[in-house]
């Protein structure tokens, strides 16, 4: 029953958009290893691989309008500390590369599984103050149930690794995020791809956690003239 709530009502938050709204899917793809045209087999025990974190945003330019699809793909040659402060700086990026290609967007809702790497209380607590880091202030925090949250970024994730072993074939190694962009942007309709620095000096504390958190997947925010926000979680998960 929780599974088929959050595909209605995923569903309904997409068929709800107006021009300045944006659903926004968000996830992490397995490590994306490394990869020469030629290699010994000795080396595929070795590959350096990188963290890649895909975003995919859906939304309409007119009322009633038709639906446009757009990924944001982030990957870390650095760090591959899959915590909140990661999930929290892609989604940061993510949003702000969005807002430069469509400036009217001004809010958003997100959904995301309900691994520890998005449901803590830093990051929900967070997202209340993402307007002012990329002008878009978020709505709603969705989690899907594990298992329940298959959407057309697992399709893109396929695609994009596709795109990257045509690249292979046409001569070329992939070992550096410059040769990722090379072998995916302007390749892939709707796709970009960004490279992505994280400053652990500047992560914050792990918030206290907030009563019962594990018990609900939807968190609704609400901003007053101030921009002061209250925060409802609605549902419960099962």
């Known amino acids: 029953m929780r599974g088929k709530y959050q595909r209605e009502q995923f569903l309904k938050d997409i068929n709800n958009l107006s021009p300045g709204q944006a659903v926004m899917v968000a ?10 045209l030629f290699e010994p087999q000795k080396d595929c025990f070795t590959k350096k691989g990188v963290s890649l974190h895909g975003a995919m945003f859906l939304f309409k330019r007119e009322e009633n309008g038709e639906l446009f699809t757009e990924f944001h793909d982030l990957y870390s040659e650095s760090d591959d500390k899959q915590n909140w402060y990661f999930s929290a700086s892609c989604l940061e990026e993510s949003i702000k590369n969005f807002k430069k ?15 520890a790497h998005y449901k803590n209380t830093s990051l929900v607590l967070w997202l209340s103050n993402i307007s002012a880091l990329t002008g878009v202030q978020v ?29 292979r074939r046409e001569g070329n190694d992939v070992m550096s995020g410059e040769q990722i962009e090379k072998g995916t942007n302007g390749r892939l309709r709707g796709t970009h791809v960004y490279g992505l620095s994280i ?10 956690t907030m009563k019962g958190i594990t018990e609900f997947s939807d968190f609704e925010y609400f901003y007053d003239e101030n921009k ?6 609605c549902k419960k998960s099962n």
């Open 27 to 36: 996830d992490y793809m397995m490590k994306l290893l490394f990869q020469k």
């Open 228 to 233: 002061n926000f209250t925060i409802h979680n």
């Open 139 to 167: 709505s709603s925090f969705r989690n899907f149930e594990p298992q329940k949250g298959k959407t057309k970024l697992d399709g893109h994730y396929a695609t994009l690794t596709f795109s990257l072993k045509h690249f």
């Open 199 to 208: 400053d652990r000096s500047k992560e914050p504390e792990s918030a206290k």
């Open 101 to 115: 290609l469509h400036p009217e967007m001004s809010t958003i809702t997100l959904w995301t599984d309900n691994g």
